[in-house]
């Protein structure tokens, strides 16, 4: 009988461990992440991909700023993309995933130009769904893919906002919950905001003559 009341009060501990961890997430953590360095007005702004939003999708902003100017900061993402100079994210991590990802450290002026319709890959000749293409661009400020917009907002000569807007599907059955928000959304955030600082060090790095 003392065996079955301690398994049962083990059983409520895990749960109680895991309703409150739950609920930390849904009520700290991921309401932090969603707007990772964002403003309220950053958050509320409006970016040319916002025409290209999924209408159920759960969109995320995240911003930064970088001690650089907007046209150089543009140089590095100009060139983004698994078959391009990489998202300088954690390609330790995405490699992990068989994506084949090599960061690039340096601008490489024959990846320079991207236009709309180019394709940006996020692993090496994957399938339909983990590349897309450029569907609006303005050299030097922004563009956008199916949404995911990447925005740069000069503040001054030397300093520029970089902002990102990200779209994910609308989330339509279990399998869609217990994937997207236990696996995906956490995992992206984490990779996103690497690119974000990736993309900051590189910049200021190469603005004060480091790279």
């Known amino acids: 009988m003392t065996a079955i009341i301690s398994s049962h009060r083990r ?10 961890l739950t609920l930390v997430y849904v009520l700290l953590i991921r309401p932090w992440h969603l707007r990772w360095g964002a403003s309220d007005a950053e958050l509320v ?9 999924p209408e159920d999708s759960i969109v995320s902003t995240r911003a930064l700023t970088i001690h650089a100017p907007a046209s150089e900061v543009w140089l590095w993402l100009n060139q983004i993309g698994q078959e391009r100079a990489g998202f300088y994210s954690y390609d330790w991590l995405e490699n992990l ?14 990846l320079q130009g991207l236009q709309v319709g180019d394709r940006v890959s996020y692993m090496g000749d994957g399938p ?28 001054d000569g030397q300093t520029t906002r970089f902002i990102v807007r990200y779209p994910s599907p609308g989330i339509k059955t279990l399998g869609d919950r217990l994937y997207y928000y236990p696996i995906f959304e956490p995992a992206h955030f984490v990779m ?14 190469a603005f004060r003559g480091g790279l």
């Open 11 to 20: 059983l409520w501990a895990v749960a109680l461990v895991f309703v409150t």
């Open 45 to 53: 702004m409006s970016l040319p991909g916002d025409s290209l939003l």
């Open 97 to 110: 995933f068989l994506a084949r990802m090599n960061n690039a450290d340096r601008i490489v002026p024959e």
């Open 128 to 155: 339909e769904g983990t590349y897309a293409h450029v569907d609006m661009i303005e050299p030097g400020r922004y563009f956008s893919m199916g949404g995911w917009t990447f925005s740069l907002q000069p503040v």
């Open 192 to 205: 996103e905001s690497g690119m974000m600082m990736g993309i900051k060090h590189r910049a200021e790095s």
